[in-house]
């Protein structure tokens, strides 16, 4: 871990912190969507594409968040094609002097996530799977509630370590 003062270390759990209410506001929206559809479903198509924007949008948060920590903490990103998972599965490690910030096994959750947002990228909206869509939303109430616990947990981790360097 590179040297950081207990002033940036603060400013990094915030950040993460104001990361985390965005993803919040994410589950009501996602929420509120999958209602409309179970209502709605000749409405299936256009209301699939939104809920895929709002998966792409919940892996790009959570993304957002290993990298404020690798830059700040760790000096930097993953380089190269895949730096994307080679970025989630050091996050779910403990290197250089700082916990792993995921469990295993939300990091191996947030996999399905970030190949869903590669192919939300690569394809047009009605050439999404449905069946894939409708499976991410139904298991991504457990995901983000697991990806909460962790940066939480990690956050309280940058907290107390700026207590510590501060001789506190």
């Known amino acids: 871990m590179r040297d950081i003062t ?46 895929a924007l709002k ?43 700082r916990p792993a910030v995921l469990r295993m096994s939300t990091a191996s959750a947030l996999r399905e996530y970030l190949g869903f947002r590669h192919i939300v990228r690569n394809l047009y909206g009605f050439e999404l799977q449905p069946e894939r869509v409708a499976r991410l939303v139904d298991t991504y109430p457990q995901v983000w509630h697991d990806v909460a616990q962790d940066y939480g947990t990690f956050v309280t981790w940058l907290e107390d370590l700026a207590t510590t360097q501060e001789g506190g």
């Open 6 to 51: 207990p002033s940036a270390i603060r400013e990094l759990a915030a950040d993460i912190d104001m990361e985390l209410t965005r993803l919040g506001q994410l589950e009501d929206d996602i929420a509120k969507v999958n209602r409309t559809l179970e209502q709605n479903p000749g409405q299936a198509e256009w209301l699939y594409e939104n809920l």
């Open 55 to 97: 998966l792409h949008n919940f892996y790009t948060g959570c993304e957002k968040v290993l990298q404020l920590i690798a830059t700040e903490l760790n000096g930097g990103l993953p380089a190269g094609p895949d730096w994307h998972k080679r970025l989630l599965d050091r996050m779910a490690t403990e290197r250089q002097g």
